[in-house]
């Protein structure tokens, strides 16, 4: 069992920046692909970025290339998303998700545990 828990949502104005974090407790965190969803009002919950257990492989969905970088420190058990040029199509519930020797799907499915969700809001 994993436990997530996010933080660092909040309300920013376009163009400006936040970092997420995804703590996580259980079991061994290094073993774990880490991604970061996100799910939008009346809108289907997205892939937005996941990262290999070293951190030495990521990927991004397109619409976030360029402006978010997910990394991770397994010494702290976190996770990180972060978020520069946000835009108001950004807004939504994020979600850090783990996936067990993971490949790095951008399927939500193959994803063992979620944490509760963090609200991001841009204004515009």
């Not at 892939?47 to 492989?57: D, P, Q």
């Not at 619409?63 to 991770?72: A, E, H, L, N, P």
């Not at 998303?81 to 998700?97: F, G, I, R, W």
């Amino acid at each position: 069992q994993v436990q997530l828990v996010e933080s660092g949502g909040g309300l920013v104005q376009a163009g400006g920046s936040l970092r997420l974090s995804c703590a996580a407790s259980g079991r061994t965190f290094s073993d774990y692909t880490m991604g970061w969803f996100r799910q939008a009002p009346g809108k289907k919950r997205e892939f937005v970025a996941t990262i290999s257990w070293s951190g030495g492989r990521t990927s991004y969905a397109e619409s976030v290339k360029g402006r978010f970088t997910i990394s991770r420190d397994n010494a702290k058990n976190t996770v990180y998303l972060q978020m520069n040029s946000l835009k108001p199509e950004d807004t939504a519930v994020y979600y850090c998700a783990a996936d067990r020797y993971g490949l790095g799907s951008a399927s939500g499915y193959a994803y063992d545990y979620w944490g509760q969700g963090t609200q991001v809001t841009v204004s515009s």
